[in-house]
Each structure stands twice: as C-alpha cells, then as structure tokens.
C-alpha cells in the first residue's frame, strides 16, 4: 500500500482557509496583492470552492458616504445571519504602492465584529478603479466562505466602470449638495448601476436628487426584459433606509438567477480574468533581456522591421506546453529563428 501524497504549504493553507482561519486568509491576500509565485497555485487549489458568494460593487463619488454605507450594510447583514466581507480598493501610496487606509480607519467599529472581515487593497494605479489582485481577492474570500463579498471602490468617478466585470449587483452612490446635479450621470456610472444610491438623503434637495436620477434613466433607453433600476434614498449614519437597500441587493440577485442574467455577469468575469491573466503572462514572457524580444527591438530601431508585424510573429512562436502550468506562469518554447530575420 502506498503512502499518501504529502500535502504542500500552499494546499494546507488553502485547508486553513477553508476552515475558517483569518490568520491564514489574510496571508493568502497578501500573497495574491504581492504577486507571488505562490498566489497562482493558490488560486488554482481554491477555485473551485468559490462561485458563491453574492459580490456586490460600491462606487460613486468621494464624499458621497461610500464607507459608511458600507459599515451600515455590513452591521445588516450579520443581523440577518450572514458572513460578510468587505475589500476596500484604496489609493496606492505614491511611495509603497500599498493601500492608503483611508476606507479601514473609518470601519473601526466593525473592527473584531463576528462574521465581518475587512481587508484594503490598493488600487495600484489601475485605470478603471480596479487592481488585477483584487479579482483574485474576491475568490479568496468567496472560497472562505463568505455569504457577500463588498467591494467599495475608490471613489474617482466615472474610471470605476471596471467594477461591473468583478460585481454581481453595482451600487452607484449620490449625494445631494456636491455641486454636481447628478455624479452619477458622468461617463459610464449610469449604465453600470443595478441600484441608485442617494445617501445622505436628510440633506436638502435629495428629493430633487432622485427626481434627477429618474429621469436620467428614463432617457436611458433600458429593454423592457432587462432589471427595472430602483433609485433608494438612505442615511447611512442614521441606518435609514439600509434594510430596504438590502432587500432590493437581494431581490437584484435573484432576478438575475431567474432570468439569468447571472450567466452573462460570470463569463464577463472569467473573460476578464483570462485576459488578464493572457496578459500578465505574455508580458513576462516579453520582458527585455530574452534574446528573440530584444532581437525584433533591434530591428524596429534598424527600420527593418514594423511594430505590429514584429509583435505578430513574437506571439506566433510562443509556444505553449499545457503540461507546465505552474505557480511562475507557463513555460515557452522560442522557435529557432530569429524575429529580426527576414527569412
């Protein structure tokens, strides 16, 4: 009788995880936002216990009282008997390039609360809001377990439209008095949203607020198969009007699951997730210093090449051995011709 396969570090913290240690998910976070060689195969050993949780998006503008609905939100939902938790996209420290942890500090009252996690990452100068490690977050903390997954973004505007390839349900907030009739209207944001937002609604003018977003969606043109976006006004500091918003998340979800809708959201995901990953590895493989790379730079430089037909044939003699999948990315065969010759 043979002996059992040992386990490996990465397949017994993947068990700890499951089991429900912080101290082990918080070390899987930190190894998926450094990169490490070690976060591949982690994903790889954990991607099958995640597809669960229900993740939903917060973004809008700053100062609209994104982390204290969320606060709010999160307090909810443990009431309702539900694991939560919550990734705060912050700015990247211009030095570190880590999180500047302005969304935790002001989550300290959930600090040590049962059945809440919360966790920031940087935004690490990502275009549309979004870091690549924060998709690979949310898998973490869907295969811990967790019943929502909330992602508050960083709160720029309108570049935060990567959240609906990562969000099942896209909250967009408002608030009335910014000196913007409507942030929501800005490029993007309208389209995205699921639910409309108007915090702070015990302002003045939250009435006009909604009155605007109304007809903004409206004039949005929406299919009549497609959701009817509701528009909620709450007060976050207060708890007003959170446990209707977290009705309507709810019946968002199962509107999707019924009409499935949900189905478009998941290979929207995992076509964004293989496209990364396809350029992640692609761009490793095209760091300067391997002799064919450098071979076509010299001959762009040369004029004996162009760029789009140089990168072309580059792509063309990657080789790829589906057998050598593993935690440093794919292994390459180079075809034996140089990229600068012309053959």
Do not use: C
Not at 115 to 124: E, H, L, N, T
């Amino acid at each position: 009788m043979s002996a059992p396969a040992a386990t490996t570090p990465v397949v017994a913290l993947a068990d700890r995880i499951r089991s429900g240690s912080q101290v082990s998910l918080a070390r899987a976070l930190t190894l998926v936002e450094s990169r490490s060689d070690s976060a591949a195969e982690l994903l790889a050993e954990i991607w099958k216990d995640s597809g669960n949780a229900h993740v939903v998006g917060i973004t809008g503008p700053a100062g609209s009282g994104k982390s204290t609905l969320v606060t709010a939100m999160a307090q909810e939902y443990v009431a309702r008997g539900l694991r939560v938790a919550i990734l705060a996209v912050d700015p990247s420290s211009a030095y570190s390039g880590g999180a500047i942890l302005g969304d935790r500090i002001r989550m300290t009252e959930l600090s040590g609360r049962e059945g809440v996690y919360i966790r920031s990452m940087a935004s690490r100068g990502a275009t549309g809001g979004l870091s690549r490690a924060v998709l690979d977050g949310i898998v973490v903390l869907d295969a811990a377990g967790y019943d929502v997954v909330i992602l508050e973004t960083v709160g720029v505007g309108q570049s935060e439209v990567d959240v609906i390839s990562v969000a099942h349900t896209v909250l967009v907030v408002s608030v009335p008095g910014l000196g913007d009739d409507i942030q929501a209207i800005k490029a993007g944001l309208i389209e995205i949203a699921d639910i409309h937002v108007v915090n702070k609604a015990d302002r003045p003018g939250a009435d006009l607020t909604v009155k605007q977003l109304r007809e903004s969606l409206r004039l949005a043109h929406n299919l009549a198969s497609k959701w009817d976006v509701p528009i909620l006004k709450t007060t976050a500091a207060t708890g007003e009007g959170v446990a209707a918003l977290l009705d309507q998340t709810t019946a968002h979800r199962e509107w999707m699951v019924d009409n499935g809708a949900i189905r478009e959201v998941e290979r929207r995901n995992a076509a964004t997730r293989i496209r990364w990953a396809a350029e992640a590895l692609i761009a490793e493989k095209l760091k300067s210093g391997h002799p064919d790379f450098d071979a076509s730079v010299d001959a762009l430089i040369a004029r004996e090449d162009e760029p789009r037909e140089a990168a072309a044939r580059l792509l063309t003699a990657l080789a790829v051995d589906p057998t050598d999948i593993n935690g440093k990315g794919l292994s390459m065969k180079m075809s034996s011709r140089r990229f600068g010759d012309r053959g």
